[in-house]
């Protein structure tokens, strides 16, 4: 079935730029996604690739895929303690309803 | 609308018992769906409406779990003979329409714990 993995922590000093990194196995992947989940929240979809694009920038946040090693990433610019959270990559693909397919996560700690 | 709203937010139930919760999608949206999630886990699927049609089941959604969605609006997921395992965060999602990759917009979910 589809595995989709994540760097468990990443920390990082305001200011500085974040990479969150996310492997996954699904070929048939359509659309890759970075969402938000902040303590007692529900998830906020901060962005997303359809599989024929090799990058997507949005304000601060950058994503990259390289759809042959089956790798996607997530780079904030000019980081912010607001942007302490966890970050988990997913992806769906045509049919079966596009259910999503969510990794464990990456917990970004970021300090002053 | 303020979009996806479940209830309730936190339920604590004896192990035997049964539990619902509700989920309100967003009012125009056709697609609702129902996932897990374990403490340091991400979410994992469970099953999808479409209008009140349930369209696909994980194989994690044994038979001790059943969701409803009578008018394509609410649905609600029941848990009969809760057992510790059951203990997780159950989140439920809703999109308009998938073919052109609308968002799924996500509730902030039902902790359930089960002593």
């Known amino acids: 079935g589809e595995d989709v993995e994540q760097s468990l922590f990443l920390s990082v000093r305001e200011g500085d730029s974040s990479v969150i990194n996310c492997t996954y196995t699904d070929s048939s992947s359509t659309y890759l996604y970075w969402y938000k989940q902040e303590p007692g929240a529900g998830l906020q979809l901060l962005t997303y690739i359809f599989s024929n694009m090799d990058m997507k920038q949005d304000q601060r946040l950058t994503v990259l895929l390289n759809k042959k090693d089956k790798h996607l990433s997530l780079r904030i610019a000019d980081t912010q303690t607001g942007d302490s959270a966890i970050y988990f990559c997913a992806e769906s693909s045509t049919g079966g309803g596009n259910k999503l397919t969510f990794g464990t996560g990456t917990q970004l700690k970021v300090e002053l | 609308d303020t979009g996806v709203s479940q209830d309730p937010r936190h339920k604590i139930t004896k192990r035997g018992q049964n539990v619902t919760f509700r989920c309100d999608p967003i009012?125009?949206?056709?697609?609702l769906y129902w996932y897990r999630q374990t403490l340091g886990q991400g979410p994992e699927f469970l099953t999808y409406f479409q209008n009140e049609a349930q369209l696909e089941k994980s194989r994690l959604l044994s038979d001790r779990f059943s969701a409803e969605r009578p008018k394509g609006s609410f649905s609600t997921l029941e848990i009969q003979r809760t057992e510790q395992g059951d203990s997780a965060m159950y989140l439920c999602a809703s999109s308009l329409n998938w073919a052109s990759n609308t968002e799924a917009f996500f509730g902030q979910g039902t902790r359930l714990t089960v002593v």
């Open positions: 009012s125009e949206h056709n697609r």
